[in-house]
């Protein structure tokens, strides 16, 4: 017979975020990458991702004030991003959506209008190092001024860089957005990543001066003055603490599987198991704060693989206010866009649902999101 363990997360994060790979691979080879293996591992394959979000909202378990859509390359396909942006808008409830790009050359027109256009995308977080690595030429800075959406400018830093090559990048990215150093998990040890007095962390103190850390296990987010970011933990977005497992992500891959970290070598949802998810007190959804709710992944993907299709509209934004609504949905009233109406007779929310927090639609609009790449 079947044994059933049990595993508890605590979300690290008060944001925790659903982070989604485009089932497109770019064409660079970066030597820090985290997900290049995994294109070669996991094949795309649309209709299992819409699956898996399906499954994963419908235990109402989970609650994302982010998206972050990843790669790979979001904008080698921008056709393919736009559905998919568009299909996460109906399916899940969140407040933000992000984009990690290296914005290609090829594609930063269309790149452009998507991004200035779709009022779901909340913001772009833009590769540009110090070392470049990139295979595929990317946009000119002076692109960024055309994007109408706020910046980040991801920059990783392997120990090696002076303090004028870190000063001269701040220089040229700051006028477009935040800049956010990372550190090269490849080339610092564990102890280095680990200690606020690595080498890196002390340049930019010297340069910007530090400000404050935050407590997070897996980011070890340093800040410094002029909106200076340091992230010390690249590697990995779950980290193994103890009797339990802190998660920053739920990543979702272009093959439909559902993971607790997004190197998919490390830690994926396991069959047989049944998780609580603890959401910290300072939880940004109001609802959730400090709440501990069983997430049972079998019966997940139990359903995400019975259950029919089904064509339930939202409201843009549920109230709470329909007084027969009977279905208890913890995002109700929360002000999320798109928080699915459920269960209520107000004739505005529902049409052919099953109620149930989550309940979305999945329609037939994301058959051509399969693969194709
Ligand atoms: S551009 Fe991004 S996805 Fe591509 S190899 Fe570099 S880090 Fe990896």
């Not at 997360?9 to 944001?15: D, E, H, I, Q, Y």
């Not at 982010?66 to 991003?81: R, S």
Request: aromatic share 10%; with cysteine; hydrophobic share 35%.
């Amino acid at each position: 017979m079947a044994t059933t363990s049990n595993t508890t997360l605590k979300v690290g994060r008060t944001n925790l975020a659903l982070t989604v790979f485009v089932p497109v691979d770019c064409k660079n080879n970066c030597p820090f990458c985290t997900s290049k293996k995994n294109y070669t591992t996991h094949k795309p394959d649309g209709k299992a991702m819409t699956a898996a979000i399906q499954g994963l909202m419908d235990t109402a378990a989970f609650a994302f004030p982010d998206v972050v859509i990843t790669g790979g390359e979001p904008f080698a396909n921008t056709g393919l991003l736009k559905d998919l942006i568009d299909f996460l808008n109906e399916a899940v409830p969140f407040k933000n959506l992000y984009i990690n790009t290296t914005l290609p050359q090829s594609s930063i027109k269309d790149a452009v209008a998507l991004i200035n256009s779709h009022d779901r995308i909340t913001g772009v977080n833009v590769s540009r190092h110090i070392k470049t690595f990139y295979y595929d030429p990317v946009a000119e800075k002076e692109a960024l001024f055309s994007i109408n959406k706020p910046l980040h400018i991801n920059c990783v830093l392997d120990g090696t860089e002076t303090k004028d090559d870190i000063l001269d990048h701040y220089t040229n990215y700051s006028p477009f957005g935040q800049v956010v150093f990372r550190a090269d998990y490849t080339t610092m040890n564990q102890g280095e990543l680990h200690s606020m007095l690595n080498p890196t962390f002390l340049l930019l103190d010297e340069l910007f001066g530090y400000d404050y850390s935050t407590q997070c296990h897996v980011c070890h987010t340093d800040h410094f003055h002029k909106h200076v970011i340091y992230h010390r933990g690249v590697e990995h977005s779950s980290i193994q603490l103890r009797d339990y497992k802190e998660v920053n992500d739920v990543v979702l891959l272009q093959d439909g599987s559902l993971m607790l970290d997004w190197d998919p070598a490390t830690s994926k949802f396991a069959s047989g198991t049944d998780y609580t998810i603890e959401y910290p007190a300072n939880y940004e959804i109001e609802a959730f704060r400090g709440k501990k709710i069983p997430f049972k992944f079998d019966a997940a993907v139990n359903q995400k693989t019975t259950s029919k299709k089904r064509k339930t509209k939202h409201q843009s934004t549920c109230t709470g206010a329909c007084s027969s609504c009977t279905q208890n949905c913890p995002l109700a009233g929360t002000g999320y866009r798109n928080a699915p109406v459920v269960g209520g007779s107000c004739g505005v929310g529902v049409s052919g649902g099953s109620g149930g927090c989550g309940a979305s639609s999945i329609d037939d609009g994301m058959d051509h999101f399969m693969g194709g790449c």
